[in-house]
């Protein structure tokens, strides 16, 4: 168990729809990142947050938005759900002090199946 | 860019054979280099890693060696397990001042068969 938790597990919805995956990471870690695993495109990048503020930004498309809360937990919006769209979200989590970002430990991902 | 040229898969090895999956790499910066391992149905989890260059990473009898010289961080273990059938993924991060997002390979598929 990496201590990083991801809601729901799974996520079945229609083209056109919007969802949220939620992700909390280790106690302490300050970096939130986002990854999308797909078979055609494999684990790509999407979003990195530190301690509320966006840090960089990978393959995101426009319709996907994030943003880290107070509580430092993190969520994923994806709006206008295409097929395509369907693959595993990763959230992983990171220390980040005395200039270093430290290793990233990651949730068990979400499953979204858009159909 | 930043990169990573992970060996293809599918790997099919018998217990207690030597496993080697070639990883190489591309970085505009001084890189830390990552082996991560995915079980069938779980998320990612940690494996090894090295910071600089001649380190060598090892955990569960895998290791890799950063080879600065051949941009290279090849995972071999001496004798695999059917524990360890799994997917592996070769993976860099550059520390850059405003973020470190991983870069990975495409991941090599290891089936060890009793």
């Known amino acids: 168990d990496s201590g990083v938790t991801q809601t729901p597990k799974h996520l079945i919805t229609a083209t056109g729809q919007r969802v949220t995956l939620r992700c909390s990471p280790r106690?302490?870690?300050?970096?939130v990142y986002w990854y999308q695993q797909s078979l055609d495109q494999g684990l790509q990048f999407l979003i990195q947050?530190?301690?509320?503020?966006?840090?960089a930004k990978g393959n995101i498309l426009e319709r996907f938005s994030a943003q880290q809360f107070p509580d430092l937990h993190s969520e994923l919006n994806l709006s206008s759900l295409e097929l395509g769209d369907s693959a595993l979200y990763f959230c992983?989590?990171?220390?980040?002090?005395?200039?270093?970002?430290?290793?990233?430990?990651f949730g068990p991902g979400t499953r979204l199946t858009v159909l | 860019g930043n990169s990573v040229t992970q060996m293809e898969g599918p790997v099919t090895l018998s217990e207690e054979a030597f496993l080697t999956i070639n990883c190489t790499y591309t970085?505009?910066?001084?890189?830390?280099l990552f082996w991560y391992v995915q079980y069938p149905g779980e998320g990612l989890q940690l494996l090894l890693k090295?910071?600089?260059?001649?380190d060598k990473g090892s955990n569960k009898g895998f290791e890799a060696t950063y080879r600065k010289e051949t941009t290279s961080f090849h995972l071999e273990k001496g004798s695999v397990q059917v524990s360890d059938s799994a997917v592996y993924f070769c993976?860099?991060?550059?520390?850059?001042?405003?973020?470190?997002?991983?870069?990975f390979g495409t991941g090599t598929r290891l089936t060890v068969i009793p």
């Open positions: 992983a989590s990171s220390v980040a002090s005395g200039g270093t970002w430290g290793t990233q430990y």
């Open positions: 106690s302490g870690d300050l970096s």
């Open positions: 947050y530190y301690n509320g503020e966006e840090r």
């Open positions: 970085a505009t910066g001084y890189p830390s």
């Open positions: 090295a910071t600089k260059a001649d």
């Open positions: 993976a860099l991060s550059v520390h850059q001042t405003g973020a470190n997002n991983l870069f």
